[in-house]
């Protein structure tokens, strides 16, 4: 029985991990797209906590062999339909497929070591016999609690009501294509653009998560390089790239961050530059990590650069590539953005996680300036720089509230009605996480200099705006169009 354990700890260890990794870091539980996928996944962590809370501590004897089972050929149907689901509504990273193969083939060698356990147990009378092994069982048995609590959370996720797509206004006649659509930021975008009346194209490395999320209205491209060249394209909103939480900035993490930044935007240069007629507008990403790391100065959008830190050098080379197209005679706005701040997804969900636990936490001396953005005030940014023909170069996306990250700490756990009192220090974050602790620890005092002077109105411009659990805009709705099986 202990080698059936030790199989059943490293599977359990290796489901957690794929949750953590590949689906909560992914943001897989806030995709309308991926809801049958969602309640899928209850099912299979609800059998789960069931086996990893039982098998550590109790004999299912007789008749009752029967029963554990069943249970587990359950599991490895809903496994099974699991992978059909997947394959049908979304594109696997390699490193999710390949963990999902491992623990396909553990399990089956879990199954081979536990049959004759089982067939021992079915031959015996009916009934418990309490069986405990030790430090295994109290590690098993921690993994199932686990395993119940996310087949709760999935399991709501699963059955809360999916709004409908936002309604379409009168048609503009505008063409608007998004790179990078299926992300946080870019869904929200397109969801907005087609609630104010515009056509929406998209390219999405994920094609078929891309056209079951957002239905038969949006054109979806995998390569810039199949849109003719007579197509119609008035604006473009450039937000495609790695993510930059996900990892540790190794040499080949850096490398892929900014060439998938460079590489996307060139190619949309190069769209541009071959179209018959060029968009009015391209509206392309950056981040306040332009500045580096600048204490308490205040930064407008002169600010320069810091040279010799990464973000700042990815930004620099990232827009120098977007401003390529003003050749073409295209006004260029270059979007730095805070952290972006919703409850539907993106950062603020990762880091209200342990913030729920009461484990919150101060990054270094909190300090550090937190220039941050509500989702629904970068889709109003979007919208007022796309009409505003006065808005050109860079542009400080983020609130006016100046706020430090501990103040940033204090004020998330507060809307989550915990205590906040833990902190990290910096040189224990360097320490563990190398130049990737940048992300938490440099400070940015930016201002959103150029469009409060152009007159453009916040809807949240403070926190306790940003953190209120209220209504949310159509905006940062998911969409439901498309969504197989729901009205």
Not at 80 to 98: G, K, N, Y
Not at 242 to 263: E, N, V, Y
Request: aromatic share 6%.
């Amino acid at each position: 029985m202990t080698t059936v354990l030790i199989l059943l700890l490293i599977q359990g260890l290796m489901g957690a991990s794929d949750t953590l990794w590949h689906h909560e870091l992914g943001g897989l539980p806030g995709r309308s797209s991926a809801r049958r996928e969602i309640g899928l996944h209850a099912l299979r962590e609800a059998a789960y906590a069931v086996v990893f809370l039982t098998l550590p501590w109790l004999a299912w004897r007789g008749a009752f062999a029967g029963l554990i089972a069943l249970l587990l050929a359950v599991e490895a149907l809903i496994t099974l339909t699991d992978f059909v689901e997947e394959d049908r509504t979304r594109r696997l990273a390699p490193t999710e497929r390949v963990l999902h193969t491992l623990m396909a083939i553990l399990y089956g060698v879990f199954l081979a070591a536990f049959a004759p356990v089982l067939l021992a147990w079915a031959r015996a009378p009916t009934g418990f016999a309490v069986q405990g092994h030790g430090p295994i069982s109290w590690a098993i048995s921690l993994i199932g609690l686990g395993a119940a609590a996310w087949a709760a959370r999935d399991g709501l996720a699963a059955r809360a009501p999916i709004p409908l797509a936002p309604t379409a206004a009168r048609p503009t006649g505008r063409t608007v294509l998004i790179t990078g659509a299926t992300g946080f930021i870019g869904a929200a975008l397109v969801a907005d653009r087609r609630a104010k009346g515009d056509r929406v194209m998209v390219l999405a490395r994920d094609i078929l998560a891309a056209r079951a999320r957002f239905g038969p209205q949006v054109l979806v491209y995998d390569d810039l390089g199949q849109v003719p060249a007579e197509a119609r394209i008035d604006a473009v909103i450039n937000l495609a790239g790695a993510p930059t939480i996900g990892g540790l900035w190794t040499r080949a993490r850096k490398a892929r961050l900014l060439g998938s930044r460079l590489a996307v935007t060139g190619a949309v240069v190069d769209l541009i530059g071959r179209l018959a007629r060029p968009p009015r507008v391209l509206l392309s990403a950056s981040a306040v990590g332009f500045y580096g790391d600048r204490g308490e100065a205040p930064l407008t959008e002169s600010a320069q650069p810091q040279p010799g830190r990464f973000l700042s050098d990815c930004c620099r080379l990232w827009e120098a590539r977007a401003l390529e197209a003003e050749a073409a005679g295209v006004r260029v706005a270059l979007l730095r953005l805070g952290m972006v701040l919703s409850w539907t997804g993106g950062p603020l969900q990762l880091l209200a996680l342990p913030a729920r636990f009461g484990l919150g936490v101060v990054m270094g001396a909190g300090r550090q300036r937190f220039p941050w953005i509500h989702l629904s005030d970068v889709t109003a940014a979007v919208d007022f720089a796309l009409n505003e023909e006065r808005l050109q170069g860079p542009v400080n996306l983020v609130a006016p509230q100046d706020i430090t990250q501990a103040g940033f700490a204090r004020a998330l756990a507060g809307a989550l009605h915990r205590p906040q009192w833990l902190a990290v220090p910096a040189p224990v974050l360097r320490a563990a996480l190398g130049e990737f602790a940048d992300m938490f620890l440099a400070s940015q005092r930016a201002a959103p200099a150029r469009l409060t002077a152009l007159g453009f109105r916040f809807g949240r411009p403070d926190l306790a705006t940003a953190l209120a659990r209220d209504v949310r805009p159509a905006a940062e709705r998911p969409f439901a169009a498309g969504l197989p099986g729901r009205a």
